[in-house]
């Protein structure tokens, strides 16, 4: 059974930092793709960051480019996301993704990022 679970979400002021992490189980998933997702309420979901299995290729979201840093550490099995001079437009409840196959991916149950001063 594979299993994501997203932790440290919380409160920031604008202009602070959070790192999210993603710990997946159920599995050993270093050669597949994860992601970051985030959902503002009223608002669609969208990518935020994207980083590929073999090679670790990342990929960002315009907004948060130069901001945002996604990484791994396949011996733990968990992805992270740092997130750097925070704007209160980065609020939104941050999921992560798992990418096994074109019909095959997970979900985590999400974290709640809220910046305001």
């Known amino acids: 059974q594979v299993q994501l679970v997203e932790s440290g979400g919380g409160l920031v002021q604008p202009g602070g930092s959070l790192r999210l992490s993603c710990a997946s189980s159920g599995g050993t998933f270093g050669n597949f793709a994860m992601s970051w997702h985030r959902q503002a309420p009223g608002k669609e979901r969208e990518m935020v960051a994207r980083?590929?299995?073999?090679?670790?290729?990342?990929t960002y979201a315009d907004s948060v480019k130069g901001r945002f840093t996604i990484s791994r550490d396949n011996a733990k099995n968990t992805v992270y996301l740092q997130m750097n001079s925070l704007k209160e437009e980065d609020t939104a409840v941050y999921y992560c993704?798992?990418?096994?196959?074109?019909?095959?991916?997970?979900w985590g149950q999400g974290t709640q990022v809220t910046v305001s001063s």
């Open positions: 980083i590929t299995g073999v090679g670790g290729r990342v």
């Open positions: 993704h798992l990418t096994l196959g074109l019909f095959d991916n997970y």
